[in-house]
């Protein structure tokens, strides 16, 4: 198994992901890798670990989140691999759970969203975002 982690998605990954038919709730499982020091466009804050500036985002998706009616389920830095081989392990791990694919769309579409979206490319290497749903209901 190849992975290859992005920042954003190809045009083409989006229009598959978006162009799906809508199945109801689902949960984003997220795998980040921090930059050591940020990187931000603007070269302010570039003092900040790359962990730092993602934090900054963090803390802001949070009013993002509530009002396409998403809600964080959990979210920790990695401690440890117990099975398989990886490479370089991922930094943070977080469960985000949205209420439907059009609501994640309108959240990533967002004016507010997308007003602190540059924390989390100045923090990010890379991340995989893995779409699953719920065997519990």
Same mark, same amino acid.
């Given at each position: 198994?190849?992975?290859?982690?992005?920042i954003e998605?190809?045009?083409?990954?989006?229009q598959e992901?978006?162009g799906?038919?809508?199945?109801?709730p689902?949960?984003?499982v997220?795998?980040? !890798?921090? !930059?050591?020091k940020a990187?931000?466009?603007?070269g302010s804050?570039?003092?900040?670990?790359?962990r730092?500036a993602?934090?900054?985002?963090?803390?802001?998706v949070?009013?993002c989140?509530?009002?396409?009616?998403a809600?964080?389920?959990?979210?920790?830095?990695?401690t440890?691999?117990?099975?398989g081989e990886?490479?370089e392990?991922?930094?943070?791990?977080?469960?985000?759970?949205y209420?439907?694919?059009s609501?994640?769309?309108?959240?990533?579409?967002?004016p507010e969203?997308?007003a602190?979206?540059?924390?989390?490319?100045?923090?990010?290497?890379?991340?995989?975002?893995i !779409?699953?749903?719920?065997?519990?209901?």
């Amino acid at each position: 198994m190849q992975v290859i982690n992005q920042i954003e998605p190809s045009p083409k990954r989006a229009q598959e992901f978006f162009g799906a038919a809508e199945d109801g709730p689902f949960i984003m499982v997220n795998l980040l !890798k921090f !930059k050591d020091k940020a990187e931000y466009d603007d070269g302010s804050d570039n003092g900040l670990s790359g962990r730092d500036a993602y934090l900054r985002y963090g803390m802001a998706v949070a009013a993002c989140l509530q009002a396409v009616g998403a809600k964080p389920l959990t979210s920790g830095m990695v401690t440890g691999l117990m099975l398989g081989e990886v490479e370089e392990l991922w930094d943070m791990v977080a469960l985000v759970q949205y209420p439907s694919l059009s609501a994640f769309r309108n959240m990533v579409e967002s004016p507010e969203y997308q007003a602190i979206q540059h924390h989390r490319q100045a923090g990010l290497e890379g991340q995989l975002n893995i !779409k699953i749903k719920s065997l519990a209901g």
